[in-house]
């Protein structure tokens, strides 16, 4: 998960308004529920 090191590293150094770091944490932690919906899936459709 290097882009949510390199991201957090990026919105340290430049200012984000509460509402825009809310819209990047909430993208982020949509792509994570996808990823692992997805891992899951292929887990189980292995077994």
Do not use: F, T
């Not at 944490?25 to 529920?33: G, H, T």
């Amino acid at each position: 998960m290097k882009m949510g090191s390199s991201l957090s590293m990026g919105g340290s150094k430049r200012r984000v308004s509460s509402r825009g770091l809310g819209a990047v944490l909430k993208e982020q932690r949509a792509k994570l529920y996808i990823i692992r919906r997805c891992v899951v899936m292929l887990l189980c459709w292995n077994d």
